[in-house]
């Protein structure tokens, strides 16, 4: 079973930084694609970055040339580093696993952190 838990979240002023991290369990971490989602108040849910296995990165573009993901493989942690931080990334941020299988995926999801950006 993977279990995940994030950390790192906020408040902080527009302008400024947050580094949120999630933490995994289990022995799967290096080979799973990852990604970091944020949900507000009364709306969906949305995808804010992804990597995979090998390091490659999508981004929404809301936040592209602003945040930044990585992942330490060998410490089972993801990143999301957060600059220049504005009012509409107010959201719960949630990290996500995906398992991959040749009889589908299953995804795995921490319990959020809270960033609260102030103008």
């Known amino acids: 079973q993977v279990q995940l838990v994030e950390s790192g979240g906020g408040l902080v002023q527009t302008g400024g930084s947050l580094r949120l991290s999630c933490a995994a369990s289990g022995s799967i971490f290096s080979i799973s694609p990852m990604g970091w989602y944020r949900q507000a108040p009364g709306k969906q849910r949305d995808l804010v970055a992804t990597i995979s296995s090998s390091g490659s990165t999508n981004y929404a573009d809301s936040v592209k040339g602003r945040f930044t993901i990585s992942r330490d493989n060998a410490k089972n942690t993801l990143y999301l580093q957060m600059n220049s931080l504005k009012p509409e990334d107010t959201a719960v941020y949630y990290c996500?696993?995906?398992?991959?299988?040749?009889?589908?995926?299953?995804?795995?999801w921490g319990r959020g952190t809270q960033v609260t950006v102030s103008s």
């Open positions: 996500n696993l995906q398992r991959v299988g040749v009889g589908g995926t299953y995804d795995y």
